[in-house]
């Protein structure tokens, strides 16, 4: 199995999804196909099929969810010495060369990505250029609106 590396705290979303899937959720569907089953005839119980389908739904995420995990590879870079060097986990300032824009990325876990909380995956176009680089290296990146040029600024390590 292929590892997957992972901030500790998507590990901890991820297995809280699975609890909450597994605590809440899941009962919750049962009690729905009970009431439905209840009603009588399955062969034309539109109640009865949505709760089946959400039933199978659910547990197909629950087997992908499980899966991640299992495949987790947790990276805690507080317990890494600190260096100016791009690693997954750090959050990377840089700027744009050209127009002097400033941004600020962590670089995370395939699931954790959330570009508009600032989080990017680590196989992501920007994060491959700019990881294993350090502070004041200028990297071009392959962007959809073309190459761009930017600068590391600042590596930190929380």
């Known amino acids: 199995m292929e590892r997957s590396p992972m901030t500790p705290e998507g590990k901890a979303r991820l297995e809280q999804e699975v609890r909450h899937y597994l605590e809440v959720l899941r009962p919750q569907i049962v009690l729905e196909i009970e009431e ?29 969810l499980q899966s ?51 989080t990017i995956s680590f196989n992501s176009p920007i994060a491959r250029a700019l990881l294993g680089r350090v502070i004041g290296d200028v990297v071009t990146v392959s962007t959809p609106k073309g190459n761009r040029d930017i600068e590391i600024l600042d590596v930190h390590y929380k």
């Open 36 to 64: 439905a089953r209840a009603h009588g005839d399955l062969s034309e119980n539109a109640e009865y099929d949505g709760a089946k389908e959400k039933q199978a739904l659910g547990e197909a995420r629950l087997r992908l």
């Open 68 to 118: 991640r995990l299992a495949a987790a590879e947790v990276i805690d870079v507080r317990k890494l010495p600190v260096s100016e060097r791009v690693i997954f986990g750090t959050t990377v300032d840089i700027a744009d060369v050209d127009t002097e824009e400033e941004q600020s990325w962590r670089i995370v876990g395939m699931d954790e990505a959330d570009a508009r909380n600032g």
